[in-house]
């Protein structure tokens, strides 16, 4: 009987570790291992840990906007107010470190955007501007078309108290729109005008959000998106946080799902925005 | 000798948290995309477990598991909460790869942690079936039910392959709490 009791034991804590129990587990295990005396302890986590280590293919790197947003998190969490660097120490360099923070990549993305001109033009003479069309939302995935998307950006825009923006653009030629964001409603939208469709099987665009006009370290994700449609297209925007008084929007191109650190150098196009004077 | 990342964290240490987030940032996210093929899943629980490690950072017992060990198991505990608040889903990975491979890693094993080597060295001490289990539980995220439809075994063999191959395991690590098990 007793045997049967430790396999009973041992086969809810083994569950625990590997898949984990329910409720009506949890108490059988706790009642068990007080009858049998038994100290729960982290052995059979470690154990399945230990093997899911030995077993690991391949240690793949933490998307930068995740990894920015952890730090975001960690500040958070410790209390610490982020760094800030002024703007005027953004001038766009050519020297390439491959493990830059984004701010430093951001400025020399854009002296770098100038130096791809050329394969950036071939890119986008892909565009035949017609009239607005609306393009999938800012999800990996194919989104169907959203009829109102147009009606709720123009409302957004012709709306006080709204923070504006136009895209200018940093190296590729015949690429405008606007940003229209609420930070109200914590919602938002970019309008692009020439802006490749892209593959997604290959490469997706990805939104960064700066809230302060020093451009902090990290500016926050608004989303990766595609472009499904050429020409006049619009896109919401999904800030992953809490966002507050934008200042600067970016637009870089990224590996499918997000950015990659070592992928810092495979710039398409970049993106920045200003605010309309009206 | 240096104080490990978590201690350093438990102290109140701001750079040893970047450190911990640049050290095992791949680590937790290798985790997390093996187990949550979403990826906006994979996010959250990714940022879920960083939080859970600072506030657990003064839970860490060398003694007990290095710290990349401690590390991964709290990532697999809050992934395997993930998975068991959504669908449950089985790893895209071809099962009959993964049914046929023997386990051949421990040259990668090696370089992770200690116990990934230990755990390494006994799971080539199992039988082909135990490490079976071992592996599309672990590794591929399966249930006990989802594995006994794959290979056809009964599932109360699953379970028992399960608990012998994680309490060999267990023991080779020495860390068997103060129940053993009867018989491997």
């Known amino acids: 009987m007793t045997d049967e009791r430790h396999d009973t034991l041992f086969d809810l804590l083994t569950k625990q570790a590997i898949e984990g129990v329910d409720q009506a587990e949890l108490v059988q295990l706790k009642a068990l291992a007080g009858e049998l005396n038994y100290e729960v302890d982290d052995s059979f986590d470690i154990a399945a840990s230990a093997v899911a280590l030995a077993c690991i293919d391949d240690i793949e790197p933490m998307p930068a906007s995740l990894m920015a947003r952890l730090t975001a998190s960690a500040d958070e969490h410790f209390g610490v107010t982020s760094t800030e660097q002024p703007v005027e120490d953004l001038q766009p360099t050519f020297e390439f470190e491959p493990k830059r923070s984004f701010l430093g990549w951001l400025g020399w993305a854009v002296a770098a955007a100038a130096c791809v001109a050329l394969a950036v033009n071939i890119w986008f003479t892909r565009s035949q501007p017609q009239g607005p069309t609306v393009a999938g939302g800012p999800t990996p995935t194919a989104s169907p078309a959203k009829p109102d998307l147009k009606a709720q950006f123009d409302e957004m825009m012709a709306s006080p108290n709204m923070i504006k923006a136009k895209w200018s653009p940093a190296g590729a030629k015949d690429v405008s729109g606007e940003v229209v964001w609420s930070d109200a409603k914590q919602t938002g939208f970019m309008r692009f005008r020439g802006l490749p469709v892209n593959d997604k099987t290959k490469e997706q665009y990805q939104l960064w959000i700066f809230e302060n006009a020093k451009l902090e370290e990290y500016p926050k994700d608004g989303g990766v998106f595609d472009i499904t449609a050429e020409g006049d297209v619009i896109i919401p925007i999904d800030a992953k946080l809490a966002t507050k008084d934008p200042k600067v929007f970016a637009i870089t191109v990224e590996k499918p799902g997000g950015v990659v650190v070592s992928d810092r150098k495979k710039i398409a196009v970049l993106a920045k925005a200003e605010t309309i004077t009206s | ?184």
């Open chain 2, 1 to 184: 000798m240096a104080d490990s990342i978590l201690k350093r964290i438990a102290e109140g240490d701001r750079n040893a948290v970047q450190e911990c987030l640049n050290k095992y940032g791949g680590l937790v996210w290798s985790i997390a995309r093996k187990l949550l093929r979403d990826q906006d899943d994979a996010e959250d629980a990714v940022q879920e477990v960083f939080v859970d490690v600072w506030k657990n950072a003064a839970r860490f017992d060398e003694t007990q598991a290095s710290e990349t060990t401690f590390i991964a198991m709290i990532a697999r505990r809050r992934v395997i909460d993930k998975i068991r608040h959504s669908a449950r889903r089985i790893s895209a990975d071809s099962l009959d790869d993964v049914l046929l491979e023997p386990f051949t890693r421990s040259d990668k094993a090696m370089q992770i942690s200690v116990e990934a080597e230990e755990a390494a060295k006994a799971m080539r001490t199992l039988r082909p079936e135990q490490q079976q289990v071992l592996r599309l539980s672990i590794v591929q995220g399966m249930s006990h039910q989802e594995i006994a439809d794959a290979t056809g075994m009964p599932l109360g063999t699953v379970k028992t392959h399960a608990r012998r191959g994680l309490v060999a395991v267990r023991e080779v690590l020495g860390v068997r709490g103060n129940l053993q098990e009867a018989t491997v």
